[in-house]
């Protein structure tokens, strides 16, 4: 494998829901270290695209590779052992379960047991160290005892950037992990996303373009299925296709 083998790829991913082509042909890679921002408009595929990567949703045709693995062909919770860690558009956490059973639970993963609210995990010192060292990263330390039910909106967004640190993992796919943090809230988030991209490489879905153009070392933009460019921020922001697809201008 060469040193600098992407930590994530993706080859000709496509899914078409009936008539409607989702994902249309899409390559992209996530280099070691980097922010990798996937921006486009709503419906253009985005939340697919993370679905078929993290192994929910299969592909109708592609291929994805892990570290250079090629794990098309496994499953959600294969890919999360693999140290493929991610955060969802719709949250997933488990209501009345307290912050730290959530991290725990997603600590487990890298475990591989997937009857994940069979195992007493509270016994499990190591899953226990995993998710608080997680809830201090995101800063809810304090709160690791509160049920994610009565966590903010703000508070249960990092909790589930928690939960995807929590399985120690070697590439973190975040489906706007922003949305209605508000400012303060936001910039924290990418504070947090800027200290963790050495350590797990980031595909960010964000629509927050401040935020992209602060955080991403690459941009890909996705319109209608099909990846429409590709670049730094400075060629993206000056790319006349891009502004006039999705910018508005
Ligand atoms: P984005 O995250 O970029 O807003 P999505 O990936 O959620 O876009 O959706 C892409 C397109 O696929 C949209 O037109 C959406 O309505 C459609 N779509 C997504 N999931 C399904 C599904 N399970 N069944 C049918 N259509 C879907
Ligand atoms: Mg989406």
């Known amino acids: 494998e060469p ?44 939340s ?21 693995e090629d794990v098309t062909a496994l499953d959600v919770a294969a890919r999360a052992r693999l140290g493929l860690g991610r955060s969802f558009q719709v949250s997933s956490l488990a209501a009345p379960l307290s912050a730290r059973r959530n991290a725990m639970i997603a600590a487990q993963a890298r475990q591989g047991s997937s009857f994940r609210f ?68 936001s910039a924290r988030l990418g504070d947090l996303l800027e200290a963790l991209k050495a350590e797990a490489p980031i595909l960010l879905v964000e629509h927050d373009m401040d935020a992209v153009f602060r955080l991403a070392d690459r941009i890909s933009v996705l319109v209608a299925g099909r990846v429409i460019a590709s670049g730094s921020v400075e060629e993206i922001r000056g790319d006349a296709e891009v502004r006039r697809a999705y910018l508005g201008e």
């Open 3 to 46: 040193a600098h083998a992407p930590a994530l790829a993706v080859h000709g991913l496509r899914k078409a829901f009936g008539g409607l082509t989702a994902t249309d042909d899409v390559s992209l890679d996530l280099r070691p270290g980097e922010i990798h921002a996937l921006i486009g408009p709503n419906g253009a595929g985005k």
């Open 118 to 185: 069979l195992r007493p995990v509270a016994w499990d010192r190591g899953l226990r160290e995993a998710a608080d060292a997680a809830l201090a990263r995101v800063g809810l330390s304090p709160r690791a005892q509160v049920p994610a039910a009565e966590l903010s909106h703000g508070e249960r967004r990092l909790l589930e950037v928690a939960c995807a640190l929590a399985l120690g993992p070697k590439a973190l796919l975040l489906d706007e992990p922003m949305a209605g943090l508000g400012m303060e809230g």
């Open 48 to 68: 697919t695209l993370i679905g078929q990567i993290a192994g929910w949703i299969a592909p109708d045709a592609g291929r994805v590779e892990l570290g250079g």
